[in-house]
């Protein structure tokens, strides 16, 4: 599929757009205003050549986000920050647009009237439209978009005094805006140079919460202004208030989305695991030897689909919440953030488990410490196997799998978790089949012991051989639940 910026048939047969003051290269990923660069982040540049290219409907927000936002998973709150840039940047009206209309609960429009249409020649691109004095500066052709240096950039000096700037801290110091509202102000106060408004926000609020927060804000929103400078939150030794405010704002904003993923996790995990417990038990009922019940395959499900959900609720909420906080050093935080998911699952399934075996039902199989120890490998293996194989996917977001990208990641994480699992096996801390083996032995249970299968594998009982083989179905089932359940994207609706 062409992204919103190229046609069919190649760059050179895309042509570029005039309307008012403004032209429009898609080729060479410029917006000119009388002559003048107007920066544009590339996601927020894609969406308006999309909504000019598509100006005689009005397109979904479900279109805008499969065509702009392919590769990453974000929230209904990215696309209205990315209307309201480009209303910014186009000097649009909220109330009587020009430019860019709402359609209510549909998506946007782009509904200025007079769009020209002409070839995009190079050596004319920057030229300045037929209103426009001939005393203008070209835009530079073929380079993405840099801010120019003029009053009110971020490569220029401010517009507006000091006085104007306090007015604007003020609102973005009030705990009792709405956070698009402050982000808004927070991408206005970038527009009049980040160092400067630093320098009078550590002036005008000090070493306050309130500051901290509009530290956060600042920071969260340089992402998406050109030319922002930096945001440190760490300086002088302090800086834990900023960190913990951005953290609780990023999860704030994610959460929509990372709660989605994190129960299609869940849900996809249970899923691979009812049906490997299934179909192991029916291949248990079916061994020379074997004493089970076709019961035997309901209740190898059920404890498939419990094991498979325990580990994704844990694992699955480190995976979201790295995707979620982290916009760099992705691979690393999805690792810790499993790791530390799945050992934390691990040890409360262990503790549970033994519980209910030893002071519900009277039973004391030998369960070891391996609960926390199968959390914290298979918890690392599935974040490595899901980093490596999204790895440069998502720009440090979310990634949204389709096609070979997601048999790709679904194949490479349950690669990495069935070598955990044979691992684990060899270590002496098999999978739910050693559980399962073990609470059979227990509870006397022939129907659920797994000795035809080791010696079908020609051993005499349950052994090592028969974990790892075991290990590394339950594992892969695990690690392809996880992704399939996890990497598929929302639908988003239109608020009323």
Known sequence: MPTPSQSPSGPSATPRFRFGPFVLSPRQRLLLRDGREVPLIP?????LVLLVQRRHEAVHRNDIFSLVWSDVVVSDGALTQAVRSLRRALEDDTREPRFIRTVSRHGYRFVYAEVVEEPDDSRSAGAAPASQSEGAAPGAPGRLARPSPRPGGPGGPPSEDPASIDALLDRLCDPAAADDDRADVAERLHALGTALVLARLDEHAGDTSAAHVARAFLRDVRWDVPGAGPVPLWRGGRGTHAIVALVALRLRHAWRVAGHRWLGGIAGTALAGAITGAIGGIVLALMPGASGSPTAAVVLALLGAAAGATGAAG?????????????????????????????????LAHLLLRWTLADLLGLTPALGRGGAVQGLVLGAATGLGYARTT??????GMAALRGNARTRAVLGTAAACALAAVALAALGHPMVGGLVNGIAQASRATGLSLAPLARALGEPEFGRVTAALLGAVEGAAFGAGVVLGFARRPRHRQKR
């Open 391 to 396: 790895h440069g996917l998502a720009g440090g």
């Open 315 to 347: 694992i699955g909420a480190g995976l979201a919440a790295a995707e979620a906080l982290a916009r760099s050093r992705r691979g690393l935080a999805l690792v810790a953030g499993a790791t530390a998911g799945g050992l934390l699952a691990g040890s």
């Open 43 to 47: 996601r927020y540049f894609d969406l």
